[in-house]
């Protein structure tokens, strides 16, 4: 089993920026990519951005050049990181980790983001 814990979320204004975190814990050694998905209220969930093992990044359309996904491995952390700037009030949603594994695909609990003057 992988545990995931999001943090971060909050409210901003429109053009500020927000990271969020995820702290991955239990069966690590089986997860094959990262990522971060979203969901506005009334739609479905959609992927914002992706990070495999070997350091591949991939992004939604609607974020590329405002959002960086990241990672942070050391000193036994596993730590991914959701980097967004430049904040739109379309960007509001519930942020959710993900990761997938060879056991499996885990969630985090979700975090909420709202872009709104």
């Known amino acids: 089993q992988v545990q995931l814990v999001e943090s971060g979320g909050g409210l901003v204004q429109p053009g500020g920026s927000l990271r969020l975190s995820c702290a991955a814990s239990g069966s690590i050694f089986s997860i094959n990519v990262m990522g971060w998905y979203r969901q506005a209220p009334g739609k479905q969930r959609e992927l914002v951005a992706t990070?495999?093992?070997?350091?591949?990044?991939?992004?939604a359309n609607a974020v590329r050049g405002r959002f960086t996904i990241s990672r942070n491995n050391a000193n036994a952390r596993n730590m991914v990181y959701l980097q967004m700037n430049s904040l739109k009030p379309e960007d509001t949603a519930v942020y959710y980790c993900?990761?997938?594994?060879?056991?499996?695909?885990?969630w985090g609990q979700g975090t909420q983001v709202t872009v709104s003057s």
């Open positions: 993900n990761a997938g594994a060879t056991i499996g695909t885990y």
């Open positions: 990070l495999t093992t070997g350091g591949k990044t991939n992004y």
